[in-house]
């Protein structure tokens, strides 16, 4: 399992606000990228 924690600074977030908002809907876009397989097998094995 894998946990991150991304965290920017309100002064850079302001001074850089395009910037922060494109790495933000990069990181969102990378949850759809994660395999599922793994999830289906554990359901599989608990049933």
Same mark, same amino acid.
């Given at each position: 399992? @894998?946990?991150? @924690?991304?965290? @920017? #600074? &309100?002064? %850079?977030?302001?001074? %850089? !606000?395009?910037?922060?908002?494109? @790495?933000?809907?990069?990181?969102?876009? *990378?949850?759809?990228? &994660?395999?599922?397989? &793994?999830? !289906? *097998?554990? !359901? &599989? #094995?608990? !049933?």
């Amino acid at each position: 399992m @894998v946990f991150a @924690v991304w965290a @920017v #600074r &309100r002064d %850079f977030a302001e001074a %850089f !606000s395009g910037q922060v908002k494109d @790495v933000h809907e990069a990181f969102q876009r *990378s949850k759809d990228l &994660r395999p599922t397989a &793994r999830h !289906s *097998s554990i !359901s &599989r #094995r608990d !049933s």
